[in-house]
């Protein structure tokens, strides 16, 4: 597309000022900053035991503190998990000051062009876009209540269906989304869960405008109570009252029940929980893995260069995200429809949603993490500290679980 | 993100000047810069022991409350970037110092003799220049957690002093750290390369 190649000159031109300045520019670079070695921590210490002749009594060998202290100070300079919470860094610049380090006048040229893309975005498209977003919005509200008020059956599912994809595709329109769907034979089916990775609230929109899905979510006030409410007369949704929320049993019986019927539409879910930056999927929540039904995964990849689609909900609120959405060039995405999951014999929910998880990743070509996205708020578990204690334990002594079974670890007979 | 740049402009000409420790690149240190102000939650130029435990892969390494330590000086909470950049100066591969031979600088930070007292600081909490029996014990007992009985980590403990003790005193000092270290690969071990 013609925007990208201007994105791209417009970089070139900034690199060529800046070396004829003999500064420094800062080039941000998404495949890490340090080397980090390849061999596991564990075969790193026990690589020095190998080395000598093998002691009949647990050594601690003083040099094995290095293995854990370099670790340390690498993770301190650059770590695979606070890098995924904050937006992705741009090798080529997309004439947005907000993605940019090094905005300063390096030539006429460039600030014109910028100043020009300031004015089209602001004066042209923002307003467009606005106006289109409200109408989608009010479009929907004022349509599922209506067709609410029909009887249920046949009817009254075929206008739902086109009400809602009429007003999401207006929504579209509102962002100037370009979306490209592959693989569409394998779009989810009633009956079945549909799970994608999270980048954003626009993720909804995405989706629901190329087919039709149940919702779930949090009942909200305000605007979107009222919206809420709405769709919810047209077809049925779920949505929790706060309390619920907790209750686990409730929360899987409810969704059960709505995929058992198989006249409803397949259910939505963002197993992460919350937004991550488009760069790697992070662990899915095994709740509704743990259902027994068709898995519909489905992958997101948003194109960085012609607007950040990630949103930082501890950096900015709802509506100042959707602005920034909608004075950027627009939203340009892949969305690929993979095959239908199930569980197989012998699988826990754990390894099913793992499964999963590394399906969608390999498809949108992000990393796949094991780290919980819930570590955008939280602290770590210590869990995972004493699970690298008994790691060096092991190899410092040997484990021999005794006759109880017991996890305590012994070694040969001390003197 | 402009005022990233212009706080970076201001510190990158302090550091060209005062950066006395070894030839780190322009990139490198804007790189790092970058790092030290997406930690430093609160903005306010200087890292704070909680902004490190936020790293989960840190707070999860057994020796990580150490290791954060490390870069506070005595009884500070906050640590600057120009500290930040000091503790990490430690881990610059030994082979850089080849190319900048700088007779006025001392022994670079990075050497082998520095690494080791990097790592001899991680035990010798009392700051003695020994390592007693218990700082041992206290370093065996964060790496191994709960899975290794007390009776069993004393015996191993009292085995590592006694084959470092060449002195008697049953703690071990730094020479006689570095005697035992002799044969490790310290350079390899305790450096961090860069990409770029």
């Known amino acids: ?415 | 993100m402009i005022v990233v740049l212009s706080r970076s402009m201001t510190i990158l000409l302090l550091l060209k000047v005062f950066f006395c420790f070894s030839a780190v690149s322009h990139s490198q240190i804007t790189r790092l810069y970058s790092r030290f102000h997406s930690l430093d939650k609160g903005e306010n130029g200087a890292l704070s022991r909680e902004d490190f435990q936020r790293i989960p892969e840190l707070a999860i390494n057994p020796l990580g409350d150490r290791i954060i330590n490390a870069f506070f000086p005595e009884g500070e909470d906050q640590v600057n970037f120009r500290g930040f950049m000091r503790t990490l100066a430690h881990f610059r591969p030994v082979e850089d110092n080849e190319k900048n031979k700088d007779p006025n600088s001392g022994e670079p930070l990075n050497s082998r003799n520095n690494k080791l007292l990097f790592a001899f600081r991680l035990y010798d909490l009392d700051r003695d220049d020994k390592i007693s029996r218990d700082e041992l014990l206290q370093v065996l007992r964060m790496m191994v957690g709960v899975n290794i009985s007390d009776e069993q980590l004393g015996s191993i403990a009292d085995r590592t002093i006694q084959e470092a003790d060449t002195n008697g005193d049953m703690s071990i000092s730094f020479s006689e750290f570095i005697k035992v270290l002799e044969k490790v690969d310290v350079e390899q071990k305790m450096s961090i390369r860069f990409l770029h």
Request: proline share 4%.
């Open chain 1, 1 to 415: 597309r013609a925007c990208a190649d201007v994105f791209q000159w417009a970089t070139l031109r900034m690199e060529r000022g800046a070396r004829e300045k003999n500064q420094q520019l800062y080039k941000p670079y998404s495949n890490g900053i340090i080397a980090k070695e390849l061999v596991s921590l564990e075969q790193e210490i026990q690589e020095v035991r190998r080395s000598g002749i093998p002691a009949p009594e647990p050594e601690f060998d003083m040099s094995d503190i290095f293995s854990f202290c370099r670790r340390g100070v690498e993770s301190i300079v650059d770590d695979e998990v606070t890098k995924r919470f904050t937006a992705e860094e741009l090798e080529s610049w997309n004439l947005l000051t907000r993605s940019n380090y090094n905005f300063h006048h390096i030539s006429t040229r460039l600030t014109v062009l910028w100043g020009v893309g300031v004015l089209v975005r602001y004066a042209i498209l923002l307003p467009l876009r606005v106006t289109l977003a409200f109408t989608g919005v009010g479009l929907l509200v004022v349509l599922t209540s209506l067709i609410g008020l029909l009887p249920n059956g046949w009817v009254k599912s075929s206008l739902s269906e086109k009400a809602h994809l009429m007003c999401y595709r207006i929504c579209v329109r509102a962002l100037t989304a370009i979306i490209t769907y592959h693989d569409s034979e394998n779009k989810p089916k009633n009956g079945g869960i549909c799970v994608a990775n999270h980048t954003s609230p626009i993720d909804v929109i995405i989706l629901a405008s190329d087919g039709c899905y149940a919702m779930v979510g949090q009942v909200h006030g305000g605007l979107m109570g009222v919206i809420q409410r709405a769709m919810l007369k047209a077809c049925p949704h779920i949505w929790f009252e706060r309390s619920e929320v907790k209750d686990r049993h409730l929360v899987a019986k409810r969704l059960s029940d709505h995929v058992a019927d198989k006249t409803k539409l397949p259910i939505l879910i963002f197993p992460e929980g919350t937004c991550i930056n488009n760069t790697s999927v992070m662990m899915f929540k095994k709740g509704s893995f743990e259902i027994g039904c068709t898995v519909y995964p489905v992958a997101i990849k948003y194109d960085p260069r012609f607007g950040d689609a990630f949103w930082n909900s501890s950096k900015f609120g709802m509506v100042n995200y959707l602005l920034h959405m909608m004075s950027s060039w627009g939203v340009v995405c892949s969305v690929w429809y993979l095959p239908p999951m199930r569980r197989e014999e012998g699988e826990d929910a754990v390894q099913f949603a793992n499964r999963v998880k590394a399906a969608i990743a390999r498809k949108g070509g992000l990393a796949d993490l094991l780290w919980d996205g819930g570590l955008k708020r939280e602290k770590v578990k210590k869990v995972f500290k004493e699970e690298q204690q008994k790691m060096y334990s092991k190899v410092l002594v040997g484990v021999s679980e005794d006759s109880h079974g017991s996890e305590v670890v012994r070694g040969p007979a001390l003197e």
